[in-house]
């Protein structure tokens, strides 16, 4: 005998678990504390700052 299964209630579990996955990734991205937020931005401008210091101008032709 074959189980007869709601498919309504299986549409419902699946955009359950799928909204809960997604809750989850967004606790990574967004759920960080302010503190958390400024040493990233610091960090990251520091490495720009670093990156830009140490370019090499190259010149393409004699004028200038």
Known sequence: MVKIINLNKK??????????????????????TKKEKQIAKQESERDKRHLDAHKLEIKVGDQE
Do not use: P, Q, S
């Open 11 to 32: 549409k419902k579990v699946k955009a359950r678990l799928t909204k809960e996955k997604k809750a989850a990734e967004n606790r990574v991205i967004f759920g960080r």
